[in-house]
């Protein structure tokens, strides 16, 4: 009984999809004004997306480079680079036991 109805659900969608592809096409086949502003922005959609993948090739790594910041500053290096702040605990635990007393 579940089977006839997911053929049924199947066949449905299927449908479906055919017929918008259908009205699609023949949407495209027209001569239309609306047709001809969609080609039109669909065009202008697809170059821009190319020309950002191109773009992104060749200045992606410059853009990446200024995004983390290079060097030792507060905000650059590699948490190798960071300072020693070993000794900063003990001298806080001496500060506090001093202030105890």
């Not at 109805?5 to 239309?32: G, K, P, Q, T, Y």
């Not at 202008?44 to 910041?69: C, E, P, Q």
Request: proline share 2%; net charge negative.
């Amino acid at each position: 009984m579940d089977e006839s109805w997911d053929f049924e659900f199947l066949s449905r969608i299927a449908d479906s999809c055919l017929s918008f592809l259908s009205e699609f096409v023949d949407d495209w086949l027209a001569n239309d004004m609306r047709v001809s502003i969609f080609k039109i922005l669909l065009s202008w959609l697809i170059f821009s997306l190319i020309a950002i993948h191109f773009a992104w090739k060749v200045y992606g790594n410059t853009v990446n480079d200024m995004y983390y910041r290079q060097g030792t500053g507060q905000n650059g290096g590699t948490p190798d680079a960071a300072p020693d702040l070993s000794g900063w605990a003990s001298k806080a635990d001496e500060d506090m036991k001093s202030h105890r007393d």
